[in-house]
């Protein structure tokens, strides 16, 4: 196969396939088995010419994905991440979002009520107050972060599970998805959303939860690598149309297993 020529409106291959290859090798682009697959399967696997811009984004997309299939097929509902001690909890837990610690959104709880939406049969919202009286659950498991740290921290609410149940979730939908005060968006798949280690958290180390780890609350989901962990919750709904996410949208896998 010759070359192609490098024109006004072409690029040149081997730049074009060190770029590939350079993004395959993201964190947000992993593949399952990349490593025993060429770049040439990869795009007989994907269905894609690697000739153009678009066509590298189609392709990354379409691997992403393979990626997010892989990831769900091998995903074990009954599989439990691991737990530590008090004495490892990382102190203090450090801080991450896509903005700055002084742009934290603040929330009034006592005005505060959790929409519920989509395919549920109680749309009814709910205050902090009822929500705190759900069934109470503590874990101390490790965050995963997408850029290469780890913390561990002590998260305490409800199960999941239990809220789903509770406002009559079909939980043989594919997608729940969740709108933040700070404009973040995120969905999960409900295998994911019903594990038994998936907590509604309402607070952090047996206090409240603090603003900056996503007051009023945040989803902890300990399978899941942190940016699939919302924070700041102001309404959650199920569906079965794909809802993405904001990282998810900007070119991160889905699925986002850690």
Known sequence: MKPIKSTSTEIDRESLLIDVRHELEMPSRRLFGKHI?????????????????????????????????????LFDPNRLA?????????????????????????????????????????????????????????????HICVEGWSAIGRWGGTPFSEFLRRVGADTSAKYVGFKCADDYYESIDMPTALHSQTLLTFTYDGQQLPPRYGYPMKLRMPTKLGYKNPKHIMEIFVTNTFPGGYWVDQGYNWFGGS
């Open 37 to 73: 697959l060429t770049l040439g399967g990869l795009a007989m696997l994907s269905g894609c010419s690697l000739s153009d811009d678009k066509s590298v984004e189609t392709f990354l997309t379409r691997i992403s994905r393979i990626n997010d299939h892989v990831q769900q097929w």
């Open 82 to 142: 691991p737990t530590y001690t008090e004495a490892q909890i990382t102190r203090p837990f450090p801080f991450n979002a896509f903005y700055d610690i002084d742009d934290v959104p603040e929330v009034n709880g006592r005005d505060f009520r959790l929409k519920v939406g989509g395919l549920v049969q109680n749309k009814q919202a709910w205050s902090l107050a009822d929500l705190y009286r759900l069934p109470s659950a503590e874990q101390i498991t490790r």
